[in-house]
């Protein structure tokens, strides 16, 4: 089956600080990857996708290059503020399903 | 737009009450996801539905949970009866295309006692 695998967190960095979270996955098949974040008390929301290898998503300073030969996914920021300061899941989805498979989310604090 | 609403946002509750919760998803969105989550499982779908129409509940996690949406605005997850393992924050999801991008609600704390 599918499954993706984070790196245990939390990761605490100081702001402007580089941020790497890794990312790796399991499909059968060739998927489409996400990064979504989560705020203290609200939901999910998505921050960026790749649905190819080689595919770069960004967003808002953050960006993760879909590596299909490694099976990884890994969400990078060049310089992270206390604002960052949430939980980041990984996640996939086959194509021809509907449903995504979520890593178990990595909690980033980042300190003034 | 609203985006995702649930109700209502903290839930407790003695062993043994029924709960229901409840979510309204985004207009126009043809898929609907419950989901559950927890500091020892992390997030776990329960059910999902298409056009009102209930896909895949494997993961809801036994007779106790049930789910229904009556029409394509409103879809409820009830539990009956509640134990104390079932203390949770429980998500509801709604998207348009059913994986690129899904919207999901603030979440529902529910602490069973």
């Known amino acids: 089956g599918n499954s993706v695998t984070q790196m245990e967190g939390p990761v605490t960095l100081s702001e402007e600080a580089f941020l790497t979270i890794n990312c790796t996955y399991t499909a059968t098949g060739y998927p489409s990857l996400f990064w979504y974040v989560q705020y203290p008390g609200e939901g999910l929301q998505l921050l960026l996708k790749?649905?190819?290898?080689?595919d770069k998503g960004s967003n808002k300073g953050f960006e993760a290059t879909y590596r299909k030969e490694t099976t990884s996914f890994h969400l990078e920021k060049g310089s992270v503020q206390v604002s960052d300061s949430a939980v980041y899941f990984c996640a996939l989805s086959e194509r021809g399903y509907s449903t995504l498979t979520f890593g178990k989310g990595t909690m980033l604090l980042v300190s003034p | 737009d609203a985006g995702v609403i649930q109700s209502p946002r903290h839930e407790v509750t003695e062993m043994g009450q029924e709960v229901t919760l409840r979510c309204k998803p985004i207009?126009?969105?043809?898929?609907l996801f419950w989901y559950r989550q927890t500091m020892m499982r992390g997030l776990e779908l329960l059910i999902y539905f298409n056009n009102n129409v209930p896909i895949d509940d494997s993961g809801m996690p036994e007779d106790r949970f049930s789910a229904k949406m009556p029409n394509a605005s409103f879809s409820t997850l009830k539990i009956q009866p509640s134990e104390p393992r079932d203390s949770a924050v429980y998500f509801c999801a709604s998207s348009s295309d059913g994986v690129y991008e899904q919207y999901f609600g603030p979440g529902t704390r529910l602490t069973v006692t």
């Open positions: 207009s126009g969105h043809d898929y």
């Open positions: 790749a649905t190819k290898a080689d």
